[in-house]
């Protein structure tokens, strides 16, 4: 009812960013897809990519000058799949993501994530700035997947 009523109510300026955290299974990027369809569906424009071809995109952009950094900063919603499960490439990863989340924040563009890290994990990872922005409770709006392995379950 929340992600139908979150796409229903869709706003780019007013919407909150959606992060999405737990075990691996539990339908989180199932949803955020449903979710970007939906707003999709409303002419709005999304762009929806893993955690790994982020970072490709932000190596690209680094390196040769792509205009990637502009795309992530600038349309309307972005969801991040996977964020955790890249590689971390020095003076990109976390410098670029920190710039893409920054400049989005900043503009009060929404970010929907999907992690199977939890809070305290991602400080780790990613450093206090990065999950400060992510996890700011007045910006975001942060569900907990639980359960099993839907991929797992046997089928009748």
Same mark, same amino acid.
């Given at each position: *009812? =929340?992600?139908?009523?979150?796409?229903?109510?869709?706003?780019?300026?007013?919407?909150? *960013?959606?992060?999405?955290?737990?075990?691996?299974?539990?339908?989180?990027? =199932?949803?955020?897809?449903?979710?970007?369809?939906?707003?999709?569906?409303?002419?709005?424009?999304?762009?929806?990519? /893993?955690? @790994?071809?982020?970072? %490709? !995109?932000?190596? +690209?952009?680094? =390196? /040769? $000058?792509? +205009?990637? #950094?502009?795309?992530?900063?600038?349309?309307?919603?972005?969801?991040?799949?996977?964020?955790? !499960?890249?590689?971390? #490439? +020095?003076?990109?990863?976390? %410098?670029?993501? =920190?710039?893409?989340?920054?400049?989005? @924040?900043?503009? $009060?563009?929404?970010?929907?994530?999907?992690?199977?890290?939890?809070?305290?994990?991602?400080?780790?990872? @990613?450093?206090?700035?990065?999950?400060?922005?992510?996890?700011?409770?007045? +910006?975001?709006?942060?569900?907990?997947?639980?359960?099993?392995?839907?991929?797992?379950?046997?089928?009748?």
């Amino acid at each position: *009812n =929340f992600s139908v009523k979150y796409a229903e109510k869709f706003d780019v300026k007013k919407s909150s *960013n959606l992060v999405f955290v737990g075990q691996t299974g539990t339908g989180k990027t =199932f949803l955020s897809n449903c979710i970007a369809g939906s707003i999709l569906k409303k002419g709005h424009s999304v762009l929806v990519l /893993s955690s @790994y071809l982020l970072v %490709e !995109m932000l190596k +690209n952009a680094v =390196f /040769s $000058g792509s +205009n990637a #950094l502009k795309k992530l900063t600038e349309v309307e919603l972005l969801v991040i799949d996977e964020l955790g !499960m890249e590689q971390m #490439l +020095n003076n990109v990863t976390i %410098e670029m993501l =920190f710039m893409v989340i920054n400049e989005r @924040y900043r503009k $009060g563009l929404p970010i929907i994530v999907n992690s199977n890290l939890l809070p305290d994990q991602m400080v780790q990872r @990613y450093t206090e700035r990065i999950t400060s922005r992510l996890f700011d409770k007045a +910006n975001s709006t942060v569900l907990l997947f639980q359960g099993h392995d839907i991929r797992l379950k046997n089928k009748k």
